[in-house]
């Protein structure tokens, strides 16, 4: 999974015609570093282009795109939020379900 490190990347990630899971996180968040110990598996179970933002970082993004609670995944196609998890009380399962209910 791929860092973002500027506002300017995450606009060029979200704007591909595919669609992409961003995981809005922090350093210090203990929901986080719980997903952080299986995102692997997901990623190479759902095949998408998997980038990770840091919303202490860029708070205006967490602003913009409702990101109330993290960890959240959020899924982004040509520009648009077209689904999003907030993923602190999900189990493995859960985000499997959520993840294949995401339109391709």
């Given at each position: ?70 960890p ?24 499997r ?8």
């Amino acid at each position: 999974m791929k860092a973002i490190n500027s506002v300017e990347e995450f606009n060029k990630v979200i704007n591909s015609p595919e669609t992409v899971i961003v995981k809005f996180e922090t350093g210090w968040c203990p929901d986080c570093k719980r997903l952080n110990m299986y995102v692997d598996d997901l990623v190479q179970e759902f095949p998408f282009k998997w980038y990770s933002a840091d919303r202490d970082q860029f708070p205006e993004l967490g602003r913009d795109y409702q990101v109330l609670g993290i960890p959240s995944l959020l899924a982004f196609k040509s520009g648009k939020k077209t689904a999003h998890l907030r993923a602190d009380n999900q189990s493995p399962d859960e985000i499997r379900d959520y993840l294949k209910s995401i339109e391709r």
